[in-house]
């Protein structure tokens, strides 16, 4: 048993000299030669039965002072704390396993050893000399708290002090842990309220804090259990109600920074970190609709938020700098953004921006856009992933997203040059749409309906007409192609809207920088015919992206009423021209090629107006060089063939026959693999709808349908999959096929076999509307921009 003195610290308000005793009987704690020694067996194991061991000791028998039952827990407790010093040191034995660390603050363990922690203080009281006084009295389960909760720290953001701190002052504050630690209520289910009390000094206060994060963010996260549950610990209404109190008591703002030094400071952010968490954590788990007013609270979570991210982050005169990001994480914004349920709460809690101070919420997302990929993380840190968190809340996700682009339009804007932008600014802006992107593609598969779908899309067209093809190409590029994936998910009603919104924008100026596009597309084409100025990889991908863009813009009803479409036909002839020279690489020839294709079959829908635009028959030409098991090409040219009023050649209208028919063939005999097979079963139902428009073309193009064997054997294969019974050893293929062509199927057999029996040159069937969506399918860099038809008679 030893005595220590020393002058009181924050932990006690005392001017008087105090004494800290400790149990510990030092001639008892070195191992026994029977006993496990964890630097030669396995440390996991160790510590579990290091756990197992104190959780047998009965209360009873530790008052009896029976000698080997004490030599047990100090030997437990070496082993124990022998583990936690390894994850402070980064051991990677210590870090195989952290699931041991959250059994350590399972609040059923605490709550064994807050029992232990009682008795042994007495027994500690009762050894002191006749006389003697203590102020201070701790035991080795206050040391095992004060390490958890400095291991608590580690495990969160990967340090708990500073790596060049004194040893001096690494003592001082290992002596002002364990003061702490002895300040703590005696049983555990009362520690979380010492948090909010008048009576616990700061050091208590912090510890208590540090050991409420352990068991309610930390060990869940590591080990998959629900503390909120477990009436060992205060439940979330009692848990809420003590973080409430400490918020509105607490005073937090820039001037408490002023005076003090920059541990003390960091010290104080990490406090507020875990504190917010913590209030975010209880107050999801309180399980009520929505959350009270509670004006007071809010503005104190808002000023710790703003003490986190650092000083003055909403001062500056430019409101686009809330979207700036932190690049560098300290300890408090990693424990910040990548525990807990912190950011889905910030985004429901502060959906509305007119709220004062909600800027710091819009710069917070910022950074967690910046910092997605983990890359400032330490190894074993279990973060988050982003689509889980987008989805846990699509709606409040989807609108703390949409601030980060409206403020980025805001910063392009301001620019001017976008080259002087910042990369960070394109690392937030990326993963800002990607997130879009996210949200809308789930949109679609869940059914649901994202508020707001349109002021996001106008967001997307301002930043994709806003970029500047003079920085950072490649990120340009994937930024791009993220845009127009996501503008392909966005419904008509949002998209046209959307249109219609930012064609009224004078600052964005989005039909004058429409043309300034074109026209910039066309010089980059021009210049690619001098010599020895080949059309680049980059080059190409732009003009690709561009027109693909344009494509997009056109298919919609406001779209074709706001932009012209001579200017972007001209574009598609030019490049047809240079393609037709075939003077460039085989990949580079093939994305072009199909961007004319598709521009072509939703631009030309009208060829009785004289225009200059790409010659039918050469785009025609196009895809049959492609071949039928192209299918997106297959279903861009079905899409032409439906809705144009005039058809070429004879000829070149029997070749387009054979094409489809190629093609459908290939999917009634399931040619098509994985992702192919389905988009196959997306485009059978235009295919066959286009073979029908076929049989409306001259005399001669009909007489060659009708006098090809293939169109005997097309119509047995199209009837066997009409008439087929589905078998149990058939997989669903054959039946969702079956469903797809029933609209048209039997109605294409029909016409075959009427032109067959007659002589009869009337129409096949009178002009039906038709639909269309066009699909981003595949990824970056390849893409493909699909057009999948329908008749309405078809819906």
């Known amino acids: 048993m030893f005595i220590m003195h020393?002058?009181?610290?924050?932990?006690?308000?005392?001017?008087?000299?105090?004494?800290?005793?400790?149990?510990?009987?030092?001639?008892?704690?070195?191992?026994?030669?029977?006993?496990?020694?964890?630097?030669?067996?396995?440390l996991c194991e160790a510590v579990t039965t290091a756990i197992r061991t104190l959780q047998n000791v009965r209360l009873t028998d530790i008052t009896a002072n029976i000698q080997d039952l004490h030599r047990e827990i100090l030997e437990a407790s070496n082993t124990i704390n022998k583990y936690l010093e390894g994850i402070m040191s980064q051991s990677q034995d210590s870090l195989e396993d952290l699931g041991l660390f959250a059994s350590l603050v399972q609040p059923s363990f605490l709550t064994m050893l807050f029992s232990q922690r009682r008795i042994f203080h007495n027994l500690a009281v009762k050894a002191l000399a006749p006389g003697a006084v203590a102020?201070?009295?701790?035991?080795?389960?206050?040391?095992?708290?004060?390490?958890?909760?400095?291991?608590?720290?580690?495990?969160?953001?990967?340090?708990?002090?500073?790596?060049?701190?004194?040893?001096?002052?690494?003592?001082?504050?290992?002596?002002?842990g364990l003061r702490a630690a002895a300040q703590l209520p005696e049983n555990w289910s009362l520690v979380p309220s010492a948090i909010s009390s008048p009576k616990s000094s700061p050091a208590a206060k912090r510890l208590a804090i540090q050991l409420a994060f352990a068991v309610y963010i930390v060990g869940p996260r590591l080990q998959k259990y629900d503390p909120w549950n477990d009436y060992d610990t205060p439940q979330a209404v009692e848990f809420?109600?003590?973080?409430?109190?400490?918020?509105?008591?607490?005073?937090?703002?820039?001037?408490?920074?002023?005076?003090?030094?920059?541990?003390?400071?960091?010290?104080?952010?990490?406090?507020?970190?875990?504190?917010?968490?913590?209030f975010a954590a209880s107050d999801y788990n309180l399980e009520r609709p929505a959350s009270p007013f509670r004006p007071r609270t809010l503005s104190g979570?808002?000023?710790?938020?703003?003490?986190?991210?650092?000083?003055?982050?909403?001062?500056?005169?430019?409101?686009?700098?809330?979207?700036?990001?932190?690049?560098?994480?300290?300890?408090?914004?990693?424990?910040?953004?990548?525990?807990?349920?912190?950011?889905?709460?910030?985004?429901?809690?502060?959906?509305?921006?007119?709220?004062?101070?909600?800027?710091?919420?819009?710069?917070?997302?910022?950074?967690?856009?910046?910092?997605?990929?983990?890359?400032?993380?330490?190894?074993?840190?279990?973060?988050?992933?982003?689509?889980?968190?987008?989805?846990?809340?699509?709606?409040?996700?989807?609108?703390?997203?949409?601030?980060?682009?409206?403020?980025?339009?805001?910063?392009?804007?301001?620019?001017?040059?976008?080259?002087?932008?910042?990369?960070?600014?394109?690392?937030?802006?990326?993963?800002?749409?990607?997130?879009?992107?996210?949200?809308?593609r789930n949109e679609l598969v869940c059914g649901r309906k994202l508020a707001g779908a349109e002021i996001t899309a106008k967001c997307l067209l301002g930043i994709f007409i806003l970029l500047s093809v003079k920085t950072e190409p490649d990120r340009r590029l994937e930024l791009k192609a993220t845009i127009l994936e996501s503008l392909t998910m966005v419904d008509e009603g949002a998209f046209d809207k959307a249109i219609?919104?930012?064609?009224?924008?004078?600052?964005?100026?989005?039909?004058?920088?429409?043309?300034?596009?074109?026209?910039?597309?066309?010089?980059e084409l021009i210049r690619s015919t001098e010599p020895e100025k080949e059309l680049t990889d980059t080059q190409a991908e732009e003009l690709r992206l561009a027109l693909h863009f344009l494509i997009r813009v056109w298919h919609s009803a406001e779209g074709r009423s706001h932009v012209q479409r001579q200017p972007i036909l001209n574009l598609l002839a030019s490049l047809a021209n240079r393609l037709l020279k075939c003077e460039m690489s085989p990949q580079v020839f093939n994305y072009l090629r199909e961007a004319v294709v598709t521009g072509f079959c939703v631009l030309d829908t009208d060829p009785s107006t004289y225009i200059k635009s790409p010659?039918?028959?050469?785009?025609?030409?196009?895809?049959?060089?492609?071949?039928?098991?192209?299918?997106?090409?297959?279903s861009n040219f079905a899409y032409h063939v439906i809705s144009t009023p005039r058809l070429p050649d004879s000829?070149?209208?029997?070749?387009?026959?054979?094409?489809?028919?190629?093609?459908?063939?290939?999917?009634?005999?399931?040619?098509?693999?994985?992702?192919?097979?389905?988009?196959?079963?997306?485009?059978?139902?235009?295919?066959?709808?286009?073979?029908?428009?076929?049989?409306?073309?001259?005399?001669?193009?009909?007489?060659?349908?009708?006098?090809?064997?293939?169109?005997m054997s097309f119509c047995v294969e199209l009837?066997?999959?009409?008439?087929?019974?589905?078998?149990?050893?058939?997989?669903?293929?054959?039946?969702?096929?079956?469903?797809?062509?029933?609209?048209?199927?039997?109605?294409?057999?029909?016409?075959?076999?009427?032109?067959?029996?007659?002589?009869?040159?009337?129409?096949?069937?009178?002009?039906?509307?038709?639909?269309?969506?066009?699909?981003?399918?595949?990824?970056?860099?390849?893409y493909r921009l699909l057009l999948v038809s329908r008749t309405l008679s078809a819906n």
């Not at 139902?685 to 349908?705: E, K, P, Q, S, Y």
């Open 6 to 42: 020393g002058d009181d610290s924050e932990t006690d308000d005392s001017d008087f000299e105090s004494s800290m005793i400790a149990w510990l009987d030092l001639s008892s704690s070195a191992p026994t030669s029977s006993a496990p020694d964890p630097s030669t067996k396995n």
């Open 135 to 176: 102020s201070t009295v701790v035991c080795w389960v206050d040391g095992l708290i004060a390490k958890f909760a400095e291991v608590t720290v580690v495990i969160a953001c990967g340090s708990s002090m500073p790596p060049l701190i004194s040893h001096s002052m690494r003592t001082q504050f290992e002596d002002d």
């Open 240 to 278: 809420s109600k003590i973080l409430n109190e400490y918020i509105v008591t607490i005073p937090v703002n820039e001037s408490t920074t002023l005076y003090a030094t920059q541990m003390l400071v960091d010290q104080m952010r990490l406090t507020y970190a875990m504190i917010i968490s913590l």
């Open 301 to 440: 979570v808002l000023c710790m938020i703003q003490l986190i991210l650092g000083p003055s982050v909403v001062q500056e005169e430019d409101d686009s700098t809330c979207i700036t990001p932190c690049e560098q994480l300290d300890p408090a914004q990693i424990l910040l953004l990548h525990w807990g349920d912190f950011m889905c709460w910030c985004w429901e809690t502060w959906n509305d921006h007119r709220v004062a101070n909600t800027e710091c919420i819009t710069r917070l997302t910022a950074t967690w856009l910046y910092h997605l990929q983990g890359a400032d993380s330490v190894p074993y840190q279990d973060i988050p992933n982003a689509h889980f968190v987008l989805d846990k809340n699509a709606s409040a996700a989807n609108y703390a997203m949409l601030q980060v682009l409206h403020q980025g339009v805001a910063k392009f804007l301001a620019a001017g040059q976008p080259a002087t932008l910042q990369e960070s600014f394109y690392v937030v802006l990326s993963s800002a749409c990607r997130s879009i992107d996210h949200l809308l």
């Open 500 to 523: 219609s919104d930012v064609c009224k924008d004078k600052k964005i100026q989005f039909v004058e920088r429409i043309d300034e596009l074109i026209l910039q597309s066309r010089r």
């Open 615 to 634: 010659k039918q028959e050469d785009v025609w030409r196009f895809v049959f060089d492609a071949g039928c098991s192209d299918l997106v090409m297959t």
């Open 651 to 711: 000829l070149t209208c029997a070749e387009a026959w054979d094409h489809l028919r190629d093609a459908i063939t290939l999917i009634f005999r399931h040619q098509f693999m994985d992702d192919e097979q389905a988009i196959a079963l997306l485009v059978s139902l235009g295919i066959c709808n286009a073979m029908l428009r076929l049989l409306d073309a001259d005399a001669a193009t009909v007489h060659f349908i009708l006098d090809s064997p293939w169109t």
């Open 719 to 782: 009837k066997k999959v009409l008439q087929k019974e589905m078998n149990e050893s058939e997989n669903d293929h054959t039946q969702l096929l079956k469903c797809q062509l029933a609209p048209v199927g039997d109605v294409l057999l029909d016409a075959l076999r009427y032109k067959l029996d007659s002589d009869n040159t009337s129409r096949v069937r009178e002009d039906i509307p038709i639909i269309s969506r066009l699909i981003y399918h595949g990824q970056y860099p390849d």
